[in-house]
């Protein structure tokens, strides 16, 4: 277990776009140094946001149409010639797997999180 971060202020936490997104697109990165997909993800607002994601132990037809949780404004990040723009968030589980965060029920594309 780790230990926890300092104490932050409401107003870090407000300065983040945490929002639910659809997946809907799925793509193979060969050229990542870790095993990654290409992910889109509809965040509502008409935009598709794209993140490089080490989730391959999840089979691109699962994580097709899901609900993810994801931070939306961190900019972009350049991770082996692709720009990754969003944060889709998880947690590793007890084989290291990590296990992305969605609701548990249906929630609308863009709801922003709090």
């Not at 639910?20 to 799925?26: E, F, N």
């Not at 999840?58 to 609900?67: F, R, T």
């Not at 990040?77 to 969605?102: P, Y």
């Amino acid at each position: 277990m780790t230990a926890l971060k300092p104490q932050a202020s409401y107003d870090d936490f407000s300065r983040l776009d945490i929002r639910i997104g659809k997946v809907v697109d799925v793509q193979p990165f060969p050229r990542a140094r870790n095993p990654s997909y290409k992910i889109g993800v509809d965040v509502g607002a008409d935009r598709v946001m794209w993140s490089s994601a080490q989730i391959t132990n999840y089979a691109p037809a699962d994580l097709l149409g899901s609900l993810v949780v994801c931070v939306c404004n961190f900019g972009p990040k350049n991770i082996a010639g692709f720009t990754s723009e969003l944060l889709i968030l998880g947690a590793r589980d007890a084989a290291g797997n990590v296990i992305v965060l969605g609701p548990r029920s249906e929630v609308a594309i863009g709801e922003p999180v709090f």
